[in-house]
T-cell receptor
Framework: GESVGLHLPTLSVQEGDNSIINCAYS??????FIWYKQESGKGPQFIID?????DKRQGQRVTVLLNKTVKHLSLQIAATQPGDSAVYFC?????????FGTGTSLTVIP | DAGVIQSPRHEVTEMGQEVTLRCKPI?????LFWYRQTMMRGLELLIY????????DSGMPEDRFSAKMPNASFSTLKIQPSEPRDSAVYFC????????????FGEGSWLTVV
């Protein structure tokens, strides 16, 4: 069936290293993608988005890459900090619906 | 700017009781979403509204669940009667446009049914 899934459910990185979180999507009709960060006890927080007519978008310390050929989305976090520890979700949108992946738990080791 | 506001933040109730969750979307947003999050199933869309009108409620698990949006600044999600398997975090989210736009989440209502 159609799904948005993550390759790695957990990821541990050293403070200061770069983090890469991956996401696969199965529906080529999806035209808008969002990464969310969810800290313990809080709601998902918007990080960065990208539309299907782009391959890359950069924010503050974060970069999202979109590879439509293989239906793959990644979130890169530069110089990972302890405050980046959270669960990260990718979401794809087509039409008026959003579909969320299961999430990757990122732990930053001081 | 105020974000999406949900209440209560935490609720513990006995099986069979009615539960009402409330949401105030971001002012000016015309789409509102109710999600449920559990460890087993992740984030599930229950229902969404556009301009106060329910568009898709196919995610509502059973007739015990109902949602209303009487005006642009208020929505409720009601569970009657509640069951232990309804224990989850319920998120309300809003979006400024109907399609292809970021949705912003509230902090969630943490429901425990015992």
């Amino acid at each position: 069936g159609e799904s948005v899934g993550l390759h790695l459910p957990t990821l541990s990185v050293q403070e200061g290293d770069n983090s890469i979180i991956n996401c696969a999507y199965s529906n080529s009709a999806s035209d808008y993608f969002i990464w969310y960060k969810q800290e313990s006890g809080k709601g998902p927080q918007f990080i960065i988005d990208i539309r299907s007519n782009m391959d890359k978008r950069q924010g503050q310390r974060v970069t999202v890459l979109l590879n439509k050929t293989v239906k793959h989305l990644s979130l890169q976090i530069a110089a990972t900090q302890p405050g980046d520890s959270a669960v990260y979700f990718c979401a794809e949108s087509r039409g008026n619906q959003f579909y969320f992946g299961t999430g990757t738990s990122l732990t930053v080791i001081p | 700017d105020a974000g999406v506001i949900q209440s209560p933040r935490h609720e513990v109730t006995e099986m069979g009781q009615e539960v009402t969750l409330r949401c105030k979307p971001i002012s000016g947003h015309n789409s509102l979403f109710w999600y449920r999050q559990t460890m087993m199933r992740g984030l599930e869309l229950l229902i969404y509204f556009n301009n106060n009108v329910p568009i898709d409620d196919s995610g509502m698990p059973e007739d015990r669940f109902s949602a209303k949006m009487p005006n642009a600044s208020f929505s409720t999600l009601k569970i009657q009667p509640s069951e232990p398997r309804d224990s989850a975090v319920y998120f309300c989210a809003s979006s400024p446009r109907y399609t292809r736009n970021t949705i912003y989440f509230g902090e969630g209502s943490w429901l425990t049914v015992v």
